[in-house]
């Protein structure tokens, strides 16, 4: 699966120590992930507004990104680590 460029998506944003870094709504604190995390397992476009305290142009614009993604052409990655090499451990703020 290719990794998504949300730096691409104007209505994201990702501050170092902000949410650790992770792509959250602009001027918000809401993650991304929590749009399709919430759609995969039921629940509607309008709910997630509502959990989240987002607009309808805010959920609209990181699934099109995300669709729109699927049209690109693949991003091809290294081959999967073996099991002889240690894992990358980060360290979460």
Known sequence: MAILDWSQCGAVESIHGKRSGAWVFRDSRTLVSVVFDNLEVGA???EIME???????????????AAQSLDAPPIFQSPAKTARQKPCVTSRT
């Open 44 to 46: 509607t476009v309008s």
């Open 51 to 65: 959990w989240f305290y987002l607009s309808q142009e805010q959920v609209a614009s990181v699934i099109e990104f």
